[in-house]
């Protein structure tokens, strides 16, 4: 570093090292943009599987959160390599489409990515590994298609959707709970589906946690769970068969938009101005009365007069409640948001067949409860827990189950887990590669390698000898010609995932490795990384 002068006299800086710096290009960028990416799998490989670790994440405001969740994990990491955000995209798009396997489609790129490295290092040119990935990945998709399973589910026949949530939940911090929730899951998401036109609309299902009491205490609601009381302590706490005025509309006199000024300089003047504005809450609460309401839901607050009258003329209410949940109950109930009072009228009403407040333990904490309604495709999923890490994982874990018991009903096609897919995809790929006599041949069996990454991480998180165990479960496939055949990570006694009730959706693995290969191809296809400072 030296110091030197302009033509003006003004001090400026030369770093003697800039001159040194180099900008990578060709195969050293390759190179470095696949260890960027293959840093972020690593983190998440051991977080793979039943016996999968959790991550601690620390955010700058000191929140804590604890998950095994991928792309819960890279949503929080404050990642900056640009290549590395590719990743962290990879699994946000797993996470949107399918809402399950974020970790194994990370951990599927990682691999793939550095066997891709091996082959560049023997002098393979990228596009030459990318096409022959992509052919790879077609050979795949189509295995599973072949060796998936169809199963009929009904209303009175849930067990198969239980059993493939309670895979995705064994994964989780909550999987002492799996079967509970797993129940849970899938009785919320039937309710809400339909089965007509095999869809599911997931936002009527409102996801509520509450800290304190045990995981066990999780319940369904059919009906709607607001974190809110009755606005005066007086007032009625159970309220059946309600007629639910729902308003947007704030329970207090009408404010001029203009800038206004009053004047009062007499006592008359006060009481006359107070005895209108009492006119104006009677008129409001005698609308509601008139049109057969027994209780009033308002997404704005009113004063205490309001209140007061609201009070004496048995009308309960509640107040401050969102625009989602005044949607929610509007769908549950069956009722019209009503934006005036001069709009009300009986037909707009709601109706439920159980309205009460709840208190919890020894807090002041109370909840609302509108069960029995008439249009019971709104859901709620109550979640309790000892603290709030474990309500907000248990919330992540709920969504997962929700959307791979949605991904069931839209496509009923599932492969067996543990494994076993990735295992039996090797084995295919492995024989389609003497098909291609080109370079690509080499690429289409480093395909199959990485394939063989997801069964060895499970085996190595569940404490076994990851190669051992994963040339057994191979042969073992091979020797019977079946593709059920994976890592045995909760020590049962059999291999066989069939027997083990392991499953996961199709769509969701197939999912899984076009997904990763397509971000693999991208990240093999760049061999420049240029700043905008540079120029």
């Known amino acids: 570093m030296a110091l030197a002068f302009d033509e003006y006299g003004r001090p400026f800086i030369i770093i003697k090292e800039q001159d040194q710096k180099t900008r990578l290009r060709g195969l050293d960028a390759q190179k470095s943009n696949i260890s960027a990416a293959k840093a972020v799998a690593q983190i998440l490989r051991t977080s793979l599987g039943p016996k999968g670790m959790d991550k601690m994440l620390s955010s700058p405001d000191g929140d804590v959160t604890i998950s095994n969740d991928g792309a819960t994990i890279l949503e929080q990491m404050d990642v900056d390599n640009q290549i590395a955000k590719l990743m962290v995209e990879l699994s946000r798009s797993q996470d949107y489409e399918i809402g399950d396997g974020t970790t194994g489609v990370v951990v599927l790129a990682g691999a793939l990515l550095e066997q891709a490295e091996r082959l560049l290092e023997r002098g393979i040119h990228p596009i030459r590994v990318a096409e022959g990935y992509e052919t790879a990945s077609r050979i795949s998709v189509e295995h599973l298609e072949r060796v998936a399973n169809k199963f009929e589910f009904g209303v009175t026949d849930l067990e198969p959707l239980i059993q493939t949530c309670m895979t995705t939940l064994s994964s989780k911090i909550v999987n002492r709970c799996k079967r509970s929730l797993a129940e849970i899951a899938v009785k919320a998401v039937l309710a809400v589906a339909d089965l007509e036109r095999k869809d599911v609309n997931l936002d009527l299902i409102k996801v509520e946690g509450k800290v304190g009491g045990k995981l066990e205490d999780t319940e369904l ?15 009625p706490k159970q309220i059946e068969d309600a007629k639910i005025a729902i308003l947007t509309c704030p329970f207090e006199p009408p404010k001029p938009k203009t800038k206004h000024k009053i004047d009062i300089d007499t006592v008359e003047k006060f009481q006359t101005l107070r005895k209108q504005e009492e006119q104006y809450f009677d008129d409001m609460v005698k609308k509601c009365k008139d049109v057969g309401a027994t209780l009033v839901i308002c997404q704005w607050g009113f004063d205490d007069e309001a209140n007061h009258l609201l009070m004496n003329r048995n009308l309960p209410a509640v107040r401050w409640v969102g625009g989602v949940e005044l ?19 009986p037909e707009k009403l709601g ?7 709840k208190s919890f333990g020894t807090t002041k904490d109370r909840m609302l409860y509108i069960e029995h309604c008439a249009n019971s495709r709104a859901v709620t999923i109550f979640i309790r827990g000892g603290n709030k890490m474990i309500v907000e994982e248990t919330k992540r874990s709920i969504h997962d189950a929700l959307c791979v018991a949605r991904n069931l009903i839209r496509n009923n096609s599932i492969v067996y887990g543990g494994g076993s897919a990735e295992i039996s995809c090797s084995i295919a790929v492995e024989a389609a590669a003497d098909r291609y006599p080109g370079v690509e041949q080499y690429a289409v069996r480093a395909f199959a390698d990485a394939l063989e990454y997801i069964p060895m991480a499970l085996a190595e998180n569940s404490g076994l000898q990851p190669i051992e165990t994963l040339s057994a479960v191979k042969s073992q496939q091979i020797k019977d010609n079946y593709p059920h055949f994976g890592i045995d990570c909760n020590d049962v006694g059999t291999n066989d995932m069939r027997e083990q009730n392991v499953f996961e959706t199709l769509i969701g693995k197939q999912q899984q490795i076009l997904l990763a290969t397509q971000v693999v191809k991208m990240i093999l296809k760049i061999d420049d990384v240029i700043s905008p400072s540079e120029y």
């Open 221 to 235: 609601i059919y009906g709607i769970v607001v974190d809110k009381d009755m606005s005066h302590p007086q007032m």
């Open 327 to 345: 949607e929610l109950i509007a769908i549950a109930t069956g009722g019209r948001i009503v934006p005036r009072f001069q709009e009300l009228t």
């Open 351 to 357: 109706k439920a067949g159980l309205v009460r407040e």
